[in-house]
């Protein structure tokens, strides 16, 4: 059963891009995450708190921000002090910049939205 | 004296010739008067007319929704924000005054990085949610501002008032009193319509047009036009025409 879905799996992601599809295994493997980094695509030059970045999202503050901070890990987000607030903003990496708008206009497409959230939802289990 | 144009026909008149470069201009309004359009003109003018690159603080709203309000204009703000003219930036009050407060923050990179010379702050109402006490709101919008000339910018700082018609009841003053200019903007109701006035109240530093003027969102932009005429009591959303007073005060006694 488990080699079937592997299978499966194989054959969704064979005719993805091999950087969109590692960008999606590595950094995008969460729904929230996914909400954030279509955020900072659309807003690329804000730096906020968790707390407003949930509000812009519309997420709870304690569903973002571990995601949030994975994020930065990863070399995403930046995650810096400021004035005893922790902050977060898109990294300047233009490689990243560059990923994360292929990312979000493949989103655009049905086809390619099927197989990113089959892959989250497996990732998730 | 030097001027900010803000290239709406009618206020410049009014502002005779335009802020004063390096002031913090509070423009206050009901929902849908017009204050974040006459904001976005600003900078719009800026970046087309005077070759002055702008940057836009929104507390509330996403960079999307300027560029789909600047496009209903004919302003391409996602083409300007392209070739680095303008720049729309999604903060919150606290980050943007940490920010400032800091040496090489963000927005004073921004300001070197482009050039910033105009900055739309929508809105400084935002900041209220910071502190209940009206005397620490005041030294916190007082420290924002005075960051904002110290980079050189001259800045449009919209504020919400909740009155649609008439006078805002309760309404802080606090910030009138820091700010360089006031414009009001107001619903006014004339023979059953609604119309919109104009009004600058305070401009610090120089003379002004102290009438009450009509104005109109146009597909251009906000365009002001001539003054309320033979009509008194228009700030109180319901005028009188100056007869009818005369005829109740005179007449029909």
Redesign the interface.
Known sequence: MEDMELDLTGRLMADMDPDLLEFLRTKVNSFAKWDLLRFFHDSPHTTDTAENIARYAGRGVETIRGELAELARDGVLEENQLGGMIVYSLAQDQRIREMLDQFVKASDDRQFRVKAIYHIIRGMR | MERVTTGIPGLDEMLLGGFLPQTANLVEGAPGTGKTTLGMQFIHHGIAACGEPGLILTFEE???QYYDDAASFGWDFRQMEREGTL??????P??SK??L??VG??IER?VQEIGVKRVLVDSISHFERLSETPSELRALVYGFVNALKREGLTAVLTRESMALLGEAEGADDTLTFLVDSYTLLRYVEIDSAVHKGLLVLKMRGSNHDKGIRQFDITSRGIEVRAPFEGREGIMSGSPRRMVDSFVQAFVRR
Do not use: I, N
């Open positions: 996403f960079p999307q720049r729309v930036v999604m903060t919150s606290e980050v940490a920010d407060e800091q923050g963000r921004l």
